[in-house]
């Protein structure tokens, strides 16, 4: 099956900073790759996502890029709020709609 | 308003007994998921239904069963609960299988006595 692996597991940065999420997947038949933020007591939302047949992909200060050959794919937060706080999974799924979600990475973004 | 929602939002239990979630969506969705997210905040997929047809079982006890009476519900049954159980539980949608996004519900937090 697939394996997700998220890096790193909690990250800090200053307001204003960029953030770097990374995540590797196993299964080369995975061809679907969400980011999901999830809040403190809430549920996870849909923040961004990208097909393997796209490189990169960006709407406004969230940028998802995916590199195929290497089986990796990372987040990319640019001038980063307090309101960015918040653990953040990378998922993949494959032609068998199998999905799978990585171990998630707490985000705090301090004032 | 609510796309997916869930009930009940928390359900406090003794171990042994049997349970159940219920969850809605009003997307007009042909799929449905069941979630478990554990103390360290691991997302682990349980079941997903499309069009009422079960279409993934992952390596769950069978004292967990799901139901779709349709494919706007599916709904969680948990026979002989064990600590281990103790999580939140996230229903999700999708419009259709594959390259779709998930829209979760609020989840439901299970405690086990």
């Known amino acids: 099956g697939e394996n997700v692996e998220q890096h790193p597991s909690t990250l800090s940065v200053q307001e204003g900073d960029s953030a770097v999420i990374k995540c590797t997947y196993s299964?080369?038949?995975?061809?679907?790759f969400p980011w999901y933020k999830q809040e403190l007591g809430k549920r996870p939302q849909l923040i961004i996502d990208?097909?393997?047949?796209?490189g990169e992909k960006k709407d406004q200060r969230i940028a998802v890029t995916l590199n195929k050959t290497a089986k990796h794919f990372s987040l990319h937060i640019t001038e980063t709020q307090p309101e960015d706080s918040a653990v953040y999974f990378c998922?993949?799924?494959?032609?068998?709609?199998?999905?799978?979600f990585g171990t998630g990475t707490s985000l705090t973004v301090i004032p | 308003d609510t796309a997916v929602s869930q009930t009940p939002k928390y359900l406090v239990t003794q171990m042994g007994n049997d349970k159940s979630i219920k969850c809605e969506q009003n997307?007009?969705?042909?799929?449905m998921y069941w979630y478990k997210q554990d103390s360290k905040k691991f997302l682990k997929i349980m079941f997903s239904?499309?069009?009422?047809?079960?279409?993934i079982n992952e390596t769950v006890p069978n004292r967990f069963s799901p139901k779709s009476p349709d494919k706007a519900h599916l709904n969680l049954h948990i026979n002989s609960l064990e600590l281990g159980d103790s999580a939140v539980y996230f229903c999700?949608?999708?419009?259709?299988?594959?390259?779709?996004?998930?829209?979760f519900g609020d989840g439901t937090r299970l405690s086990i006595l």
């Open positions: 999700a949608s999708s419009r259709q299988l594959g390259f779709q996004p998930q829209h």
């Open positions: 299964d080369s038949a995975s061809n679907y």
């Open positions: 990208i097909r393997s047949n796209v």
């Open positions: 998922a993949a799924q494959n032609t068998g709609n199998q999905f799978y």
């Open positions: 997307l007009g969705h042909d799929t």
């Open positions: 239904y499309n069009n009422k047809e079960l279409i």
